[in-house]
């Protein structure tokens, strides 16, 4: 009797277990599935955009090619310094009977061999070569540099479109919120139509406002993605500070960094030098030529009553051009013009780039300048408009006074997140001015993505 109980008690623990089992086992592959899904957050800050812009950008991937295209031309310059070996075969065939000599005649060989210009211009176009690879290498940061501006103008033109858009949504909210008590105070003969009316209009303003935004913030966000090839739903990052800083060192200072440190100037200070080798090139088609060879040949006769033979010879010879018709003088005059070109551009853009430095050092001291003020009216525009709504509530103020109070502080929200992101724009355009602007993976190893933009 007590065994039957037993059993009795037993089965309906092993069927709870049993449940209990096949539960853990049906939920179970979802959730380690779940667990080893991949973060699909993309969500990127500045310097994770540069990283991938180097590694994605066509327009750099190509001037990495013309740098493997300028290696390539200094190994044909150093192979002119080399001497050459060859190797020939021939069969000759005789089918005239009366032929004396052998019917057949089977010839090989080794040809080694060089000439050289005496003036030495195979060792100017080798050293040419090798400064056409170290200006390769200026032009590809100078479109990476630049590259990289347009992806960091990009990112903070992004970052003023999603504030837009979130200031125009407060505005939206508040002006719902004045609509909404107007209806109420219309209802009650304590406002007018044209009270309602003057609401209405500025809130469809208001969405007319956060409409174009979204559609900037979407033009900006295709921009950035076909610059740095981006997933359709990623976010941006703020910068950590609510402003950029200004630099230490004063402007001078910074045009003198510039001139020393921008590839492009570097670039063109090896155009004159290789436009100088070019003319030294040119000026060797005036000079002899000394040309070297050595021959080794073996001649195999058929039939072979004839004996094989061996020879070997040496030679020398010195070749003078007289007249080339003209064609070495035109092509030292075009090398000279080349020469002046270079000046000229080198020239030029010493000017350019001290003019690009300066614009950039007073836009960003224009809008650090002016900041602020711009804090100073936002926080009395936010004073004025939460004074008046009190008004407005209590009856002591209209809704032309609300409107007029909140149009100014809507203004000033958007002038002062405006113009801290110029901060920024004014201090990347600086930085990309003096040469400062490369990859800065390589500088920065920690973000701080929390942010004090909004105002």
Known sequence: MRNSLYIKQKIPFATTFLMIFALILLFLPPVLQAGTEPDQNHSFHLDELYTMAVREADRIHMAKESLNMARSVQDQARSAIRPHVEAFAGHSFYPDRSHMDPDRLNTF?????????????????????????????????????????????????????????????????????????????????DATRPDLLRTQAALSGAK??????????????????????????FTLMPPSAAQASRPEESLASLIQEALDARPEIQSLKLRLEMAEDKIQIEKGGIWPTLSWSARYQDTRPSPSEHSDTTSLSVGLELAVPLYTGGLVPARI???????????????????????????????????????????????????????????????????????????????????????????????????????????????KKTHNPETVMSP
């Open 109 to 189: 060989g080794l040809r080694l061999g060089q000439s050289i210009t005496l003036n030495g211009k195979e060792w100017t176009a080798l050293q040419m070569s090798k400064k056409a690879i170290e200006q390769s290498g200026r032009d590809l940061q100078s479109i990476t540099t630049a590259y990289l501006l347009e992806v960091g103008s990009r990112f903070y033109q992004m970052i003023r479109a999603e504030e837009e858009i979130r200031i125009e949504k407060a505005e939206i909210l508040r002006l719902e919120r004045h609509l909404e008590e107007v209806r109420t105070r219309l209802r009650l003969s």
């Open 208 to 233: 007319s406002r956060h409409s174009a935004a979204r559609e900037i913030l979407e033009d900006q966000r295709s921009m950035l993605i076909a610059l740095v090839n981006l997933p359709p739903d």
């Open 333 to 443: 005059r075009e090398a000279q013009a080349e020469k002046r070109m270079a000046a000229f551009q080198y020239n030029q853009i010493v000017r350019d780039i001290t003019l690009e430095v300066r614009r950039a050092w007073h836009g960003l001291e224009k809008a650090l300048g002016s900041l602020q003020a711009l804090e100073d009216q936002l926080l009395f525009a936010t004073e004025n408009y939460q004074a008046v709504s009190r008004q407005f509530e209590v009856g002591l103020a209209n809704i032309l006074d609300l409107m007029d109070a909140n149009s100014l502080m809507l203004t000033a929200q958007s002038s002062l997140a405006t113009t801290r992101l110029d901060t920024h724009l004014a201090r990347l355009a600086l930085d990309h001015a003096t040469g400062r602007l490369k990859n800065t993976r390589e500088n």
